[in-house]
């Protein structure tokens, strides 16, 4: 019921901003945000938004109920895009409270402009995996496969994260791939997977937990050349900090950890 | 407009020349034009009889077909993108009788952009010629017919010159929306630069790396396309010109 409200409450955030210009939100920010509180059980209150990559949806959307279930005032809305999309809204002006990023390049974006309130922290990590349909009909086994043009393959563009990533692997390797199709992102390309119309697609691990039984993953060393680092942090123009800041410690906690783990991401390695 | 302005407000003008000689800004350009140019014809040759099917005949379940006609209106493009590889993929219901049969898959090439764009586009031509045909007056079929023409004639030599207009801008239509076509064509063609890319794929994918590529590469579009808009209605005016 509660989450109904929300939409409602961003766009007057937002009708708040634009009415005077941008310069001066904070007035509406405080009397909307009902902080001076400990961030002890419970004790969180007013709204929390949290823009992260889309890789994260189900993970962060499991632990912000979890959140949301500790602090019965607290309200989280999520905004999950790609990580580019986010840091373009977040330079733009949209109010949000922590980023979560799938890169440190999108970061990078948000940090240069002075947006993040100190330095970032990688969270996670993912690396590419091969996925095939159930029953890998094509016979796939590894990288090398990539480059046979009898195949129908899918890797995504390398404007996206993902594609940038396939390119390092593929330049490392050695190996000029021979894809059919750059994808968009990397659901597109999982889809293409899962309704069997690719014989391969070069995706994140998580992705492939996250679809289930009508894909199977194949690892493969050279992912290796291209590991995803995950850097989250809160924003200075946040309207909850001590939300936000407990949000960003969950995350970072056994907890959330774990939670990251099943979702097929590992723990950063330094 | 408003939206529009602001494209040209922001547009960087200096990165206009080195943005329009990349070769794949040229390739995916021609891509668009031609894909979506077929796309209407396919939309001409398919639409019409429909629209008139709908307007004319008293056939049972007409409104069944009308509202699956207007279907791919409503629907989101992905959706009928999925859609399209359920019937026409590798694995979907026709495609994978061609793959067995032909060793031929749908998917993925420019075959694929043009049924893409067909699908999403053709409603607005059967709509606006449907349109038309039920505005226009039937009587002068019936006297053609008493004059012995056959149907075939009459279609022919005096329905379809009283609709033209109705017809024209229903390609006018389909045409444009097969050009802005994207999602529809991502997901059942893919993106590859050459075969599947066309300008709006394009235009996403700057979009993620060089927006201000991506504001370069609509205002080509953009510009493009209003001139095409431009050129088709003078001709029109000046050839068929307004029937009195």
Do not use: H
């Not at chain 1, 959140?67 to 607290?74: C, E």
């Not at chain 1, 190996?175 to 070069?202: F, M, S, Y």
């Not at chain 2, 993108?81 to 090439?109: C, M, N």
């Not at chain 2, 097969?178 to 059942?188: H, Q, R, V």
Request: charged share 15%.
């Amino acid at each position: 019921m509660r989450l109904r409200a929300l939409p409602v409450l961003a766009v007057a955030g937002l009708l708040a901003l634009t009415a005077c210009g941008g310069s001066t939100s904070s007035g509406a920010a405080s009397s909307s945000s009902s902080a001076a509180s400990s961030s002890g059980g419970g004790a969180l209150t007013g709204t929390l938004t949290v823009f992260a990559a889309a890789s994260l949806t189900d993970v962060f959307t499991d632990l912000g109920d979890q959140l949301m279930a500790d602090n019965p005032d607290l309200d989280i809305t999520f905004n999950f895009a790609g990580s580019s999309a986010l840091a373009t809204q977040i330079t733009q002006g949209a109010p949000a409270d922590v980023f979560a990023s799938a890169n440190q390049t999108q970061m990078t974006v948000v940090t240069d402009a002075g947006l993040a309130e100190g330095d970032p922290t990688v969270f996670t990590e993912n690396v590419l995996e091969i996925a095939v349909p159930q029953g890998n009909p094509a016979g796939v086994t590894g990288l090398s496969d990539f480059a046979d043009p009898d195949l129908t393959l899918a890797i995504c563009a390398p404007d996206v994260p993902c594609g940038a990533a396939a390119e390092q692997v593929f330049e490392a390797a050695g190996i000029t791939a021979q894809p059919d199709t750059l994808e968009e992102d990397v659901r597109a390309a999982l889809t293409k997977v899962e309704l069997g119309e690719v014989d391969a697609a070069l995706v994140y691990a998580s992705d492939v937990q996250a679809a289930g039984d009508q894909v199977e993953g194949i690892e493969f060393p050279e992912a290796e050349d291209a590991v995803n680092e995950y850097p989250i942090c809160t924003l200075t123009g946040s309207q909850n900090p001590e939300a936000a800041q407990a949000f960003v410690d969950l995350v970072e906690s056994d907890t959330g950890q774990q939670a990251l783990a099943d979702a097929g991401f590992r723990s950063p390695s330094s | 407009m408003l939206p529009l302005l602001g494209l040209l407000v922001r547009a960087p003008w200096s990165q206009l020349l080195p943005q329009l000689a990349q070769p794949q800004v040229g390739e995916a350009l021609r891509l668009s034009l031609v894909s979506a140019t077929l796309a209407t014809l396919v939309s001409l040759v398919l639409g019409v009889p429909i629209a008139w099917v709908l307007a004319r005949s008293r056939i049972r379940g007409r409104s069944v077909l009308r509202a699956l006609v207007t279907v791919p209106l409503v629907l989101p493009p992905v959706v009928g993108g999925v859609a399209l590889f359920l019937v026409l993929g590798r694995q979907g219901i026709l495609g994978r009788w061609l793959y067995e049969t032909f060793d031929y898959t749908i998917p993925f090439t420019t075959t694929a952009v043009v049924i893409a764009e067909t699908f999403v586009a053709m409603p607005f031509l059967v709509i606006s010629v449907e349109g038309a045909l039920r505005a226009a007056d039937a009587r002068f079929e019936d006297a053609a017919a008493t004059l012995g023409a056959d149907r075939w004639t009459t279609f022919r030599r005096v329905t379809l010159p009283l609709v033209a207009p109705g017809v024209a801008a229903g390609a006018v239509l389909c045409w444009a929306r097969a050009l802005g076509e994207f999602g529809a064509t991502i997901t059942f063609a893919g993106n590859f630069p050459g075969t599947t890319q066309t300008m709006p794929l394009a235009v996403y994918l700057a979009l993620q790396s060089n927006p201000e590529g991506a504001i370069v590469l609509s205002l080509v579009l953009l510009a493009v396309s209003l001139a095409t808009l431009l050129l088709l209605r003078d001709r029109w005016l000046g050839r068929s010109g307004v029937p009195t």
